[in-house]
């Protein structure tokens, strides 16, 4: 009873101070202006296109900025400011935060860089600013950072114009250009955040004040992190801890080398510190470490898409022989076991496919041309207690293969015409995709045998081979893991 | 001497036995027919839409096929047969085989399978048929092939429909399934294969012998291939070694671990082999070993477009701090070192860039928004001693960026319109690019910032990961090495 009530009393004290970053009434963008070459510039188009709610330009040259009303200090504007975007040189940045801490601001927003990464002078300013931003309470985003969204506020406040869906990620970044890549490959394959943040160099909110606060969002199924660097690892175990057990974690962390670690301090100011001391901690507190930008966003969709399995056996079925060896491959390097078929499915498969198909996991029905058989093995594989995964391989250029081949569904009419026919066996095989996951409540990870941009569609969304396929998989199994180890302690 | 008249024996030998492969005057297709669902209609379409030589429809039923006339038996075509493709059962094969060695044929393409995968009596009536065949001195592809492309000859013996461009790859593939989405993959990014076979269960022909051909035809640059399991590891490691001096043979070897051991059995028949015994293996005769398949293109393409660097020594241009980590991280990973750049550079780059910039390598401006000023650190770090290669980081993305900022370029105009601002800038930085390919002699590699399917164009071809751009001039240090190793063996 006491753990519960101070994790709601955590829950309250967090989302208060965060909802007025994400949640505003109001926004202020101070070094907001006309001039195309300066970030203002975009930054206030980036915010008068999105958010609903008031918006002002602060400006010391006091000149209207896209028709709004411009004000020389926030201090003039007559209306309550939450949030305040500062978008001027470093050196200009004290006096304006003195002025909103006066102006009762609860929040900003530092695109400004030229702070601790430039050396001790900036780290000396840097402290300053965030002195007399706690002396009024404001909570502080970045410096040299990109901005932030809030699909719940409609709130875009980037510093440059970025496609952004609404979904069910979090995002929070230390890399503003890994932040922009993951953002354009997301909108590019229909991924949405319900909310992203650029948090730059960490000054006063750390990277798990975000996840926290994302961990009590509720439209947030799954948060994704870049990490450069921490400044108090013991504070973000203790916090990242009590979020992982509620939704998945999943954290590209860089500067696992030297040279990568030398960058790390001109870039942000932090210090990577030991690759494998957050190796050993994010396992502890059950965060998923991935290895590249694309796993983070592979490995955010599969956590959406798909239920967690119930272990590391897997199912194979393949459109081809060698991307079969390929995936199993990929499984047994990942930890995944490639489960022999028992004896009595063999035989049952026997009935259903040419003799030359393989005879066992992976399941290759070597060029068999009926469809309507192929589309039956999922069912027959998924069935088995055997069985806690598919990786159900072929998609895309399968449906080619099969329209070229004339191939048959029992008891089903097939278009003639090639884009028809694509476009009616997708739809055909994602029901079928649906109903095995209802059915059997495990994972189908499905994929393409060439690399593409898959979109996530009803829920389901194909990898563009089986290497990613499969370490989307082995993370699901991890996080299982962890989550079986930690209720298993309760006990 | 004695080397150079047995090497020009062997040379002269290989081309004599595989000419009438991939340059026929002749092919004749047995299994032929109009019925669209079986392989015989597409193989035969395959090749009656490309090559220009004489084509000949077999069928036992004697129906003309797409307008062809058809022979009941191959001994009843009244020219000369060079290359057979069989597209018939394979308890017919042999009967058959037996009338190709009384025609006097040169060469058969298998596509059929059902022999030694299928275990003791597939492998018993499969050694029959190349018994037959050798005593007519008739030379093998396959079985269980997909066939094969030959630039050469305009000669498209596939059997089904897939897009194939010229180009100075070369390609041979013991899986079809990944043999085909190697080439839908090289298609789309516009690169191309001079010649391109399917291999199969390799009961005749061996890898080692496509390899030795390919490595003895001046059109192809790069040879690559896609290797299950191998039935001569010694002839193998023979005849590759004298190629791999010659040009770069980049190898994917499936078959690492138990699971897909099992999973080749079933495949092509073949025994996968430890995969230690390969990996050594591999090194000691140069060829480059991969470990994915798109990573098989990326380096095809890499050798294809860069010069050999002269050693491991990085410098990384970014445009932006994340990725900077990111790319620093895969070098050290992979074995390259990211030089510490003299004092004097370092100077020399704060006169151009805002005070903000990394003040090392990785070289990131920070945001700074004169392209003018960045695409003249190239030709500063290239010119070091100290810099072996460049990774270029931020095409594409880049460009968007470099339009919506309103960048400039010292004397020159920009566009106004985006479409055609993005064409400017790329032709321009690809002229940059070219310039500073022929100036310095170092390898340039470029990437995006996101996943996207590049082009190659002029020579110029963009990753779309720094790990991605990374690997390739890892594979390019480790080839260049193995090099100075021969060349130093010699003196």
Redesign the interface.
Known sequence: MEAISREVKEESSIIKELDPLFNPTSVAVIGATDN??KWGY?TFCSIVESFKGRKYAVNISGKDVLGYKSYRRITEIPGKVDLAVFVIPAQNVLPVMEDCVEKGVKAAILIT??FQ??GEEGRKLQNEVVKIARKGGIRIVGPNCMGLWSASSNLKAFM??LPVLDGPLGFV?????????IL??AY?RNIGFHKYVSCGATADLQIEDYIEYFGYDPKIKVVLA?I?GLNDGRRFMEKVRKIAKRKPIIVLK???????A???K???GALAGSDKVYDSAFKEVGVIRVD???ELLDVGVGFLTQPLPRGRNVAIL?????????C??A???NGL??VKLPDWVVEELNKILP??W???N?V?P??D?NLHYYLQIPDILLRLGEVDSLIFMGFG?FYR?AF???VKIDGVELPENYEEFSRFIEEYSINLLLQWKRKYGKPVVTTT???S?SKLKNGVYHYS?P?RAVKVLAKLVEYKEFLEKESSKKL
């Open positions: 195309r070459e975009w860089a030229g990464e430039t440059l114009p970044t230390q890399g503003g250009n890994v932040g922009v890549s354009r490959m590019d870049y450069e860089s500067g696992r080398t030297e040279a990568a030398k960058a790390i001109s870039h942000v590249t930008v694309e393949t459109g081809g022989g060698s991307y079969g060896v390929i199993a491959d499984c047994e390097i076991n490639v003799p030359r393989s005879h066992g992976p290759d070597a060029g041309r250029g293969f070229f081949m004339n045998f060439h690399e941009e081979s290497e």
